[in-house]
């Protein structure tokens, strides 16, 4: 069960490749500063994770207009996401939580998926500037997207 609204937002420092090579991502890096959405997703080169991040990418002006940054989370090496980031123009920060570490702290593991092994759940969260959760939502199932009107919402709040 996804972690709940109104708790503190579990704090990580994870990697992503970029042109400089390997660096860190931290969470509480915004706070004081602004609001973040991170994005839970299952795997990178599969359709519906596609589809999601292409259109996050297209729409990212929305979020940095109400003051967030965004942030996604897969359980892929920074690698696999960097080739698939290039491949696709997936303009938003990919992190990878490979020992799913962050994946747990967050309650949105999918233990099994099509057999293959445990990854992270689709799902969403907005942090306030606070490092307080303001939404919160795990998909019911990999292929179904989360709601971007009430994550925009929660942001505009």
């Known amino acids: 069960m996804a972690i709940s609204v109104g708790s503190l937002a579990p704090d990580f420092t994870l990697k992503s490749k970029t042109s400089e090579g390997l660096?860190?991502?931290?969470?509480?890096?915004?706070?004081?500063?602004?609001?973040t959405v991170l994005l839970f997703f299952p795997l990178a080169f599969t359709s519906v994770c596609t589809v999601e991040m292409c259109d996050i990418s297209s729409g990212l002006s929305a979020y940095?207009?109400?003051?967030?940054?965004?942030?996604a989370i897969s359980v892929?090496?920074?690698?696999?996401?960097?080739?698939?980031?290039?491949?696709?123009?997936?303009?938003l920060t990919l992190v990878s939580d490979l020992n799913k570490e962050v994946t747990k702290a967050y309650g949105v593991l999918f233990a099994g998926l099509a057999g293959i092994g445990d990854t992270s759940a689709r799902a969403a969260?907005?942090?306030?500037?606070?490092?307080?959760?303001?939404?919160?939502?795990q998909t019911a199932?990999?292929?179904?997207?989360?709601n971007f009107e009430a994550v925009k919402a929660a942001l505009a709040n």
């Open 23 to 35: 660096v860190d991502v931290k969470l509480s890096a915004h706070f004081g500063q602004k609001q």
């Open 64 to 71: 940095a207009s109400l003051g967030a940054e965004v942030i």
């Open 76 to 91: 892929d090496s920074p690698f696999a996401q960097e080739a698939w980031a290039k491949k696709e123009n997936i303009q």
């Open 125 to 137: 969260f907005v942090i306030g500037k606070d490092g307080v959760i303001k939404y919160a939502e």
């Open 141 to 146: 199932t990999p292929k179904d997207l989360p």
